[in-house]
């Protein structure tokens, strides 16, 4: 007996050993050196430094404006997200499967795309306001507004909190809303006494995180807002690459963690809660959009969601295939192709695209393996929630990338030295790409029945045996997703590697920067769109392969 | 005798029950999910104050009759009428029904008290006669000490007390229970299924039941009506389904049986190697034309003779009833293969001509029974035991 929990333990321990040499090394010890930065003045350590950013009135009114633009892109967020999420749980409509799996595209499109997007579409010449211009005689002014800030965290987050909002709404039993229509209640009713405090849960976290997210905001803020708009996140940058200093930047970067820590504390409260009361004994059948008059609304709903979404990505594309000339080109990707090295640019726009695959295929191999055995060894060796090491395992989000990647090139040139030049940025990407594989997998583990490891090793399966003939295609859907939700984070994470690689490392996202600082438009569009399909690609290619398992299968992982 | 099978459903639905406008009047309802009829045409009505148990397969469309009733689905045609008044057209929340779903559906945001509180709310019930009906329900099922408590914190016996109060509380006109007691265990179940006949009697409430159990069914239900892919086969009280099965799934879903056949020709009919039996001494047999039958024997009329006892050897005796004229019962020779025991009912299987029949003993029988295991033994059926059922 005490020999099998000694053999229990230490699997614990070994799964658990990635993670942290991970997240200590690669996380936690830059940015807490990084952090303490802050706190250090001619005699030693103090909080004297953190103090007084909390009496600062700049300090202070930076602050607000941060929290400000985040609640009110958090709330457009939901306001956006909670009828998609609705639409994808409850309703079917033509194009839904590619639209529930290119949901998460928005979500992991660098800022710089996004940016990029919101110009070419909202512009005063764009086509929104040429639109605008010809149906009602007027054009509204959107960038360098607020409202470009919002909008365009809402495109981000908006999937953020549909993904969330659809989750709980599938989980909610119908029997639950029938059972109050047939005790009286009306349909307003219903969504008010049942169905509203089942996806409650799931939209709040939604909006928690996307609150933490838009705090954090960075890239967005500084090419959107304009010089008018300034957040902490942008201020630390400033701070560390223009003022050069650290220690300001330091005790305001510790400032924004704390902020954002204490949300995603929040954040993991929340998720904890009362959605599984709810769990669903029946599958919910998906409704048509229909042609009745009813149904207008949803249609007009669809109609909007796509021009918000899809008009921004499009808005690129086309771009990209303009001729200044006049007419459609494709010069702008001959040019990709061919182009050589560049003053500007650095690495030649092919080897950016070969970095790019390459680093995210390593960044979401690390991550899975070291997200996937924490998950496993939380969920199946210590069997219950771990609070304290959940909200560790979520830091990354919640720590300004600046910051983080100061720590980081410090460590670099330091203690790290040992880690060679072409694993560093994949690293990197795994550390921010490890909560998200945490988050993807740890559902799915917990839905396959831990009675069925039992049975397998009653039947003379080995432990690694019951784990791979049982648990590992049971579970594979939701390593995929993790896969490839990881695998489009690399790819278009920009801050950090741009303050990391070397002229040879060049990704895509760092390339359409370099483009856009050159003034190419079409070539950074160009480059833009590879890097939207292979985004898109992975996260289709997912969705196939798990559609293909789950009708290998037939069913049988959603039995339990 | 011999009807065609939906025909059996729909005179029941022209008969009011004793109060005069059906309770519950369900008339040739339709409803599709794509290729499949779930509900193909159904007529019923059942009367005031009356328990009628749908009963079927899994998959043969009762669950979907019940919602139908409920309004949860809207039929493709047909009507639903609830004391006289046509509801077809009315959302759940108009019908005054109640439902008691499979898994209870308790609201998990609500405490006990919340949940059969909930009808009378949304009936614009005042606060004062809410509190009081509540303690009134949860006082009638037992659990008033557990009104604070969460469902998640209830046993499931306790969950389905709960959600009988509440479907009971705003007084509902009809009361709709779609496998009440099939999420419980076996012992608990029966306690509260007589919990629940006892209650629905009391208040009078005119009630429909959905369960794939039949003997569940047969123990609760005023009247059962089977159902079989879509259709009902055979509405009537339970004794009427087991003495007089109308069609071959209901004589094979309702109770035990034998299933012989047999071919009419003239005035006899003749089973075979079992004998013949005179057309007139069995019940339902004249008006039949000459042609293949097949025949119902439950177990508890077949009559087994032991050997040594008064009668002749049974191979001779067979013989004679194989060949000679129409004799007074059917007799085969038979192998006692294994006895089940059962208490106040055995049950005993044979071999009769190398297919498996079973036989029904009582008492000091089933002792003697035992001792003949792997003995041969003469087996009679009275003719008027035999039930004649359609031609499969």
New interface residues.
Partial sequence: MGSAQRRRRRRALLLLLPAAALLTFVFYLPVGTALLAGFRDEAGYSPARFVALLTDPYILGLLRFTAWQAFLSAALSVAIGVPLGYLLANRSFPGKSLAASLVMVPFVMPAITVALGFLIMYGVNGWFNEVLAGLFGFKVRVLHTLWAIVLAHAFYNGPLVARMTQGAWERL?P??E??????????F?VFR??TL??VMPGILSGAVLAFIYCFMSFPIVLSLGGARYSTLEVEIFTLMRVLLDYEMAAALAALQACVSLLFAYIFLRLEGR?PY??AS?RARRARPVGGRIRDAWLWALLAALTVFFVGPMASIVAHSLTDPAGGVTAGAYARLMTAGHDFHLGAPPVRSIQNSLRFAALAAAIALVSGASFVYATVRFVGRRLPFLETLSLAPIAVSSVALAYGLSVAFRGPLQVVPQDWRIPLVHAVLAFPFVVRAFRPVLQGVDARLVEAARLLGAGRWRAFVDVELPMAATGLLVAFALSFGLSVSETTATLMLARPDQVTMPVSVYRFLAARDFRSASAMAVLLMAVTGGVFWLAEMLAAWLRRRQGGTAHAS | MHREPPAGAAPAAKEPGPGGLPGLALIDLHKRFGPVAAVDGVSLAVAEGELVAVVGPSGCGKTTLLRLV???EQPDTGRVLIQGRDVTDL?????D???V???F?L???MSVAGNVE??LK??GIPRAERTRRVQEMLAMVGLAELAHRRP?QLSAGQQQRVALA??LA?RPRTL?LDEPLSALDAAIRVRLREELRETQRRLGITTLLVTHDQEEALAIADRVAVMHAGRLEQVGTPWELYDRPQTRFVAGFIGRGNFVDGRVAGDVIDFGPLGRVPKAAVPGAGPLPDGPVQALVRPEAVVLQWPGAPAAGAAREEAAAAQGPAGSALVAAAVIVDVIFGGERSLVQLAVHGRPWIAAVFGAAVHAAVRHVGRPVTLRVPPAALRLLPPA
Wanted: proline share 12%.
């Fill in positions: 039993d029997a639950l029938e059972s109050a229509r047939t005790l009286g209640a009306g349909p009713a006494d049942v405090p089942a009362a009361l709810f004994a | 409920a309004g949860l959302p759940p929340e108009r019908r029904v109640g439902f779903f499979q898994q559906a609201f998990p945001n909930y009808g949304r009936r998640d509440r479907a705003p709709l």
